[in-house]
């Protein structure tokens, strides 16, 4: 039997925000960000179904602005470890390193940043989760709350991206995305970019 998995990103942080690489750095959600999650609604489709989250605080944040109030943490859906990069941006580091960070870049799956790990790393321990799915019971779809990062990997392992350049389908961050998974734990695109509701904060 096949089961889905939906993913959505946590709401904004300051480090998003600014650019910087943000990583295992438990940085809760900005005002702003908390802000646009309370004007959203789940889609009909991802109610009432189970949730796991990442253990770091702004994804937790997220699930309950959306009023997830069941949610059980996976160690495996935390973001990716971005070590020594963590707190910088994109630019600072290819102005430091120059030629040296454009072939790390290059390597896609196999990019890895001092003291963390890597995109390919990082699908490994997804990979053990979506096995998983075949001991689950009931529930044909089950909901994330995770990261950039680890959307990027689930999007890599459906589609065989190597992410050394642009992935195949531009992904809306302020979107859910859903996968199949079936009894081996592969996985496949079923549909992305499925919008949320907007949410009138009159009615409540």
Do not use: C
């Amino acid at each position: 039997m096949t089961r889905l998995l939906a993913v959505i990103r946590h709401g904004l942080t300051e480090w998003n925000e600014s650019g910087k690489i943000q990583g295992r750095t438990d940085i809760p959600l900005s005002k702003n960000g908390k802000e646009s999650i309370k004007h959203l609604t789940l889609p009909s489709l991802l109610s009432n179904i189970t949730w796991l989250t990442s253990p770091l605080l702004r994804a937790q944040e997220t699930g309950k602005l959306l009023g997830i109030t069941n949610m059980r943490i996976d160690e495996r859906l935390i973001e990716t470890n971005w070590g020594d990069w963590e707190g910088r941006t994109l630019e600072d580091l290819r102005n430091q390193y120059g030629q040296e960070m454009i072939e790390n870049e290059k390597r896609g799956l196999d990019l890895m940043p001092p003291g963390g790990e890597s995109p390919r790393q990082v699908s490994h321990r997804l990979q053990s989760l979506l096995r998983e799915f075949s001991q689950i019971k009931n529930d044909e779809i089950v909901g994330a709350i995770t990261h950039k990062g680890v959307i990027r990997s689930l999007l890599s392992l459906a589609t065989g991206w190597d992410m050394s350049e642009k992935p195949p389908i531009k992904l809306n961050w302020k979107a859910a995305h859903i996968f199949s998974v079936d009894l081996n734990g592969k996985i496949a695109t079923q549909q992305l970019n499925l919008e949320f509701k907007k949410r009138n904060l009159y009615d409540d």
